[in-house]
């Protein structure tokens, strides 16, 4: 079992950054694939970005990629998204999960429905 508890989030400026965290217990952190989703009023979740077991490989969302980069510390048990250049559309409670089915490789695809452990989000704002 592990419990994941996010934070970072804030207010910020189109074009400015922010650096989310999310902090995970438990022994199997360092196993297995974590994500990174969000979702907006009104909209249902969508995936953002992932990374392997040992931060081999990532995978991102085409709205996000060149802009926000994943990673990981096995041994702080944190998983990081740092968000460059963020766009009002960037707006949504931001959430940070567990693959607890695959640790993650070249061939590897996130799906949704693999994803548990759920954090209990926290809030990003970008402002035009």
């Known amino acids: 079992q592990v419990h994941l508890g996010e934070s970072g989030g804030g207010l910020v400026q189109a074009g400015g950054s922010l650096r989310l965290s999310c902090a995970a217990s438990?022994?199997?952190?360092?196993?297995?694939?974590m994500g990174w989703f969000r979702q907006a009023p009104g909209k249902e979740r969508e995936f953002v970005a992932a990374?392997?077991?040992?931060?081999?490989?990532?995978y991102y969302a085409e709205s996000v990629k060149g802009r926000f980069s994943i990673s990981r510390d096995n041994v702080r048990n944190t998983v990081y998204l740092q968000m460059n250049s963020l766009k009002p559309d960037d707006t949504a409670i931001y959430y940070c999960?567990?693959?607890?089915?695959?640790?993650?490789?070249?061939?590897?695809?996130?799906?949704?429905?693999?994803?548990?452990?759920w954090g209990q989000g926290t809030q990003v704002t970008v402002s035009s």
């Open positions: 999960a567990r693959d607890g089915h695959n640790s993650g490789n070249a061939y590897y695809t996130p799906r949704s429905e693999n994803f548990g452990s």
């Open positions: 438990g022994r199997t952190f360092s196993s297995y694939v």
């Open positions: 990374i392997s077991w040992n931060g081999g490989s990532t």
